[in-house]
């Protein structure tokens, strides 16, 4: 580090963030460079994002994966090292300090693992610490899996785990989140669909309990939606028990529950997946063909 600037390239992706992109272009300013993929945002995103000093690259969005792997192939880094945020993140400055010391070793891996610490309705959530997402790679070691949504990534060798997390609070509100959970719950649907069909993501091996990583969650997918009866239930009661849920009073009661629906929208978007001429069939056919 020179200056006490942390040699990585954040890349943060953006549509209509004006309500998030600030906080999170302020918590990423120790990092050299960032980066904000933006997918033509009709409010004011790009201006804060200018005005705060980050660099503008703009793309139509297709998928996550997609858009993703076209950042690490086509903008042009100052750095080795990028870090993935997403607008509604901020770093904290222990996770820079750790991510500055992590990469300056010589034996650092192609991959770090960071820990997210989700904010619902104002309060940390216990029942999701600490949903690890592999976030920052060294560059040309890792490409995200041909995954529409919730994408994993994956990277040559075995990867790292932070101690320090990434704080998670969107600032969009309730609406949003409904409008968001169940366009992902569609994507779900198609890739629990061709999961269960026998297409695996290019690139990516086949599901393995024994393994963490994608091939890891794959398996248990997998099992999960073909052997286990009443599986937005047992999602309940797995975050509400099991995850602490209940410790987290009334929110956690309604986040839970919100959980379980959305895994319900899932099964429900998956049985119509079924019949090649329903709606959903027709709206993600070059998914299903793929």
């Given at each position: 580090?020179?200056?006490?600037?942390?040699?990585?390239?954040?890349?943060?992706l953006?549509?209509?963030?004006?309500r998030n992109?600030a906080?999170?272009?302020?918590?990423l300013e120790r990092l050299?460079?960032v980066?904000?993929?933006?997918?033509?945002?009709?409010?004011?995103?790009?201006?804060?994002?200018?005005?705060?000093g980050?660099?503008v690259?703009?793309?139509?969005?297709?998928?996550?994966?997609?858009?993703?792997?076209?950042?690490?192939?086509?903008i042009?880094?100052?750095y080795?090292?990028?870090?993935f945020?997403?607008a509604?993140e901020?770093?904290?400055?222990v996770?820079?300090?750790e991510?500055g010391?992590?990469i300056s070793?010589a034996?650092a891996?192609?991959?770090?693992?960071?820990?997210?610490?989700?904010?619902v309705w104002?309060?940390?959530?216990?029942?999701i610490y600490p949903?690890?997402?592999?976030r920052?790679?060294?560059?040309?070691?890792?490409?995200?899996?041909?995954?529409?949504?919730h994408?994993?990534?994956?990277i040559?060798?075995?990867?790292?785990?932070l101690?320090h997390h990434?704080?998670?609070?969107?600032?969009?509100?309730?609406?949003?989140y409904f409008?968001?959970?169940?366009?992902?719950?569609?994507?779900?649907?198609?890739?629990?669909?061709?999961?269960?069909?026998?297409?695996?993501?290019?690139?990516?091996?086949?599901?393995n309990?024994f393994?963490?990583?994608?091939?890891?969650?794959?398996?248990?997918?997998q099992f999960?939606y073909?052997?286990?009866?009443?599986r937005?239930?047992?999602?309940?009661?797995?975050?509400y028990?099991?995850?602490g849920?209940v410790l987290?009073?009334?929110?956690?009661?309604r986040?839970?529950?919100?959980?379980m629906?959305y895994e319900?929208?899932?099964?429900?978007?998956?049985?119509?997946?079924?019949?090649?001429?329903?709606?959903m069939?027709?709206k993600?056919?070059k998914?299903?063909?793929?």
């Open positions: 580090m020179e200056n006490g600037t942390i040699p990585v390239s954040a890349i943060v953006t549509l209509d963030e004006e992109i906080a999170c272009l302020d918590s050299g460079e980066v904000v993929l933006d997918s033509h945002s009709g409010d004011r995103t790009v201006e804060i994002a200018r005005a705060r980050a660099r690259v703009q793309r139509k969005f297709d998928n996550f994966s997609a858009h993703k792997n076209w950042a690490l192939d086509n042009d880094f100052a080795d090292w990028v870090l945020v997403d509604d901020r770093a904290t400055g996770l820079s300090d991510i010391t992590t070793h034996a891996r192609n991959g770090y693992y960071i820990a997210g610490e989700n904010w104002g309060k940390a959530m216990r029942c949903n690890y997402n592999l920052l790679l060294r560059r040309g070691k890792g490409r995200y899996e041909d995954r529409i949504v994408e994993h990534m994956v040559e060798g075995p990867a790292g785990y101690r990434l704080v998670h609070q969107d600032a969009k509100g309730i609406e949003r409008d968001r959970h169940n366009h992902y719950s569609s994507l779900e649907a198609v890739e629990a669909y061709n999961l269960l069909n026998g297409k695996n993501s290019a690139g990516i091996g086949a599901a309990p393994r963490r990583g994608p091939e890891g969650r794959r398996a248990l997918k999960a073909r052997y286990l009866p009443a937005p239930l047992f999602q309940f009661l797995w975050l028990f099991v995850k849920g987290d009073g009334r929110l956690g009661w986040y839970c529950v919100l959980r629906f319900y929208q899932v099964s429900l978007k998956l049985e119509e997946l079924r019949d090649p001429d329903s709606p069939s027709v993600y056919r998914y299903l063909e793929r």
